[in-house]
């Protein structure tokens, strides 16, 4: 039987994967996207913009960016409910492995959908900012500053240039990253809260997991911190209850992979990992 320290490992290494999956599921849709804008846009011809071409265009692209807003919402929001349910069961799949016992815990869907409201905005600033950018492209073809062809070349770019999208798979990927990421952590604090209730001694620890490119000082020293649950981690100067906490600065969540987990004395855990070997990056060399 895994110890409770490798069953918690072999969770978060699921919940990477999940991870990568939901932003390669938000991925596929913006590339979808981008493959419409190109096929309708390259039906333009001509060297010069005649008004109804460029009505046409801006009609089709703002149809298009409003589908893309709708999939990628319906999607980040299944994905949240994916992350929100595995940080739940966190606490209830370690404790499994050790000879510690816990009630049943509960997690309020209201909280969850709070969270899933925030993804949706970002996915409409995300959404609006596509269009300011396309738009102003579709303005210098207006003007005659551009050529259809050169617009079609900003705004979706060529197989080896992506164009305004590159930025914007950028930011999709860095939305999904984090509100996952945010879900999981949230679930698993809610989750470790509840039992300490009825559970003397669990405590909450602070595993830091690493940024791919650039780690955080203050992340890294955070690790293997324990905190009863009601008391948070000190950043620096800034207080946060769990990595990628809602309350916390955007400098200080942005790209954090750390983890939350459990901790009680009496599962004998095993060395924690060195910092930043729970991340993604063996997933991503695959």
């Not at 490798?6 to 290494?13: D, G, Q, S, T, V």
């Not at 959404?127 to 551009?146: H, P, R, T, Y």
């Amino acid at each position: 039987m895994p110890s409770v320290n490798a069953e918690i490992k072999r969770l978060l290494r699921s919940k990477d994967q999940k991870i990568l999956d939901g932003q390669s599921a938000i991925g596929l849709i913006l590339a979808n996207l981008r493959k419409q804008v190109l096929a309708e846009m390259g039906m333009v011809t001509g060297g010069s913009y005649a008004a109804y071409q460029l009505q046409q265009n801006r009609t089709m692209l703002e149809r298009a960016l409003h589908e893309f807003e709708a999939a990628a919402t319906r999607e980040i929001g299944s994905q949240l409910e994916l992350a929100w349910n595995a940080g739940g069961d966190l606490l209830s799949a370690a404790v499994a492995a050790g000879p510690l016992q816990i009630g049943q815990t509960y997690l309020p869907q209201a909280q969850l959908q709070v969270l899933k409201e925030a993804s949706f905005y970002r996915i409409k600033s995300l959404s609006n900012a596509a269009w300011d950018k396309i738009n102003g492209e579709l303005v210098m073809g207006m003007l005659g500053q551009k050529t259809p062809q050169q617009v079609t070349q900003a705004i979706a770019g060529s197989l080896d240039s992506p164009g305004v999208f590159k930025s914007l798979a950028a930011r999709a990927e860095t939305i999904t990253k984090l509100e996952m990421g945010r879900a999981y952590s949230t679930a698993t604090h809610l989750s470790i809260e509840q039992a300490a209730a009825s559970v003397p001694g669990l405590r909450k620890e602070w595993w830091h997991a690493g940024n791919p490119k650039i780690p955080r000082h203050n992340h890294v020293r955070l690790h293997g911190q324990r905190k009863p649950v009601d008391q948070p981690f000190v950043v620096g100067s800034v207080i946060i209850n769990y990595p990628r906490d809602p309350k916390a600065p955007l400098s200080e969540v942005i790209g954090c992979g750390c983890d939350l987990v459990p901790w009680h004395p009496d599962w004998n855990k095993q060395s924690l990992p060195k910092p930043g070997l729970i991340d993604q990056r063996s997933l991503l060399s695959r």
